[in-house]
């Protein structure tokens, strides 16, 4: 349901800011405190090396950092809920001010502590009095061989104040400059655009997907050059700093500092050619399910079976959502049911409200998500998403002190996506009719499809446009074209004819401006999938080892936090676990459709 204003929505369906701050003059209080709380942090510059002075800042760091993430949330999503308001708009731009300000007082600290002796670094890690610490300062000291001079990092710093405007530019020409056509669509004038675009490959009829795949890759081929300039030299900055910062490649770099094995990037791939086959199937068996006499780009991503919706409203959406998570035992499902129940989710649309769905985690409190639930099945698979990851933030902030309590990016995506595994699981466990489980069992493919093939195969374009300008050559929008078509056909094989316009693919995709990042997608899916495999196999020991990952925060290495889960992704397991799911729900599908 879509409400007109907030005023009309009934309390229970908003999400409590108060449990933050009572009212918005705590917020005052708070935030004119901290304005001049921080400023005590800079009279520790110059003494970081004595012991006992460390271990003082270090608690009143945290002390600080914890308020000054409270004032954010709060301003955050104050602001989300209505993003037209004069006194919202302010308070969120005087705490992004602050922790400006913040940041740079405290920017000191890297350098100051990276001087130290490694001695005396290792001296502070085995204290036990700094065990909220040893992770932060561990890192430190590993590092410390990748830290230049003061004066090399102050211009490096300059640099990077500038090199990032390939992304920006990018944005501002994603966003705005890179005019779209209007198309006739039902017998009205539509102006495509980047919502516009998703909704209409989803069309049923197939000469509407063909127009607006046409239309909309015309807008980039238009400035093909313009864009291919951009991500050159995007790839060409990652790595003038990778070399600066004494790396062999921008790879390793990024890995290192995400403290990532390289051969759980090198599995990904390697996995990923071992398994093309049923990838292959699933788009040959696309192809008959729909009738069509060729299968386009364009046709992946329209729903195969009709009249199989699985949508409810929000209450019925949220107990479907408890039972598919049942699982996970009922100490997870008391808090599940508090979040539903206490106001700790922001549930419907308004005209003001910041669209999407996601979970902050806040320190000292719980998590809040926002939602703007429309009865889809997608969004039911939503809620069971943004629940995963408040899950995560809740079992990591019970377990761990503030210091260690925030996990990596690379993690972020394990819990959530383990949610929609089981609601997924428990619906093709409990789904009696043939047409819905036709059509839970394509979603399933296309989750996998979407999020952990063509995640990868953007991993290994990425990879092999680095190598390219590692090498020296030229990076230029007919090699990236190229390339990428050669990895599409790859990918996604005979079945499917490689439009001319899917060789420009690569260059709309603003992942790429984050070198590295999209990998993380393909592991995260993939680790998820084999611990929601592993719960329902296993139970009550694969729980608690889950349970015991959630709870780990960024105590330890990423990597490491999914062995405590039964996930190693050094070795090629997980990866075959998961394709091998593919290729049984596949099999599943092909003799319903028989």
Sequence with gaps: MSYTNRSEIPEKYKWNLGDIFATTEAWEQCFAEMSEEYKKLVAYQGKLGDRDILLEFLKLSDEIDLKMDQLYCYASMSYNEDSQDPERQARYSRVYGLLTQYSTACSFISPELSKLDDAVLQSFIDDPDFSDYDVSLKNLLEGKAHILSEAEERLLSGVGSFSGQFHEVFNRLDSGDIKYDKIVVDGEEVQLGHGTYSMLLQHKDQAVRKLAFETYYKAYINVINTLAGLYEGSVRSDWYFAQAKKFNSTMEKSLFYEHVDK???????????????????????????????????????????????????????????????????????????????????????????????????????????????????????????????????????????????????????????????????????????????????????????????????????????????????PLTSSVMCQKYLELNKMYYGDAVHHNDEIAYEWARIPHFYRAFYVYKYATGIISAVCIAEKILKEGASAVENYKKFLSLGGSMDPVSELKVAGVDLTSEEPFNIVAQSFSDTLAELEELCK
């Design 263 to 473: 051969a759980v990037y090198d599995n990904l791939i390697k996995c990923m050619h071992s398994n093309f086959e049923p990838m292959h199937r699933y788009i040959a068996l696309r192809k008959k399910l729909m009738g069509v006499e060729t299968l386009n780009m364009y046709d992946l991503y329209v729903s195969i079976f009709e009249d199989a919706d699985i949508s409810r409203e929000y209450e019925d959406a949220c107990k479907l959502v408890v039972e598919g998570l049942h699982p996970l035992g009922e100490d997870y499902l008391a808090v599940v049911k508090e979040a539903f129940e206490n106001r700790w989710i922001d549930v419907h649309e308004t005209p003001t409200k910041r669209s999407g769905a996601y979970s902050m985690g806040v320190p000292g409190c719980h998590p809040f998500m926002l939602l703007n639930y429309q009865k889809t099945t997608h969004d039911i698979f939503t809620i069971a998403h943004e629940m995963g990851h408040s899950m995560h933030s809740y079992y990591s902030q019970k377990a761990q002190p503030y210091s260690k309590a925030g996990y990596k990016i690379f993690v972020a995506e394990v819990a959530s996506t383990c949610n929609e595994v089981l609601l997924l699981k428990h619906l093709l466990a409990t789904e009696k009719d043939v047409n819905v489980r036709k059509y839970l069992l394509q979603y399933y493919l296309d989750m996998l499809r979407t999020t952990m093939y063509r995640q990868a195969m953007f991993a290994e374009f990425e990879q092999i446009s680095h190598d390219i300008v590692e090498k020296g050559q």
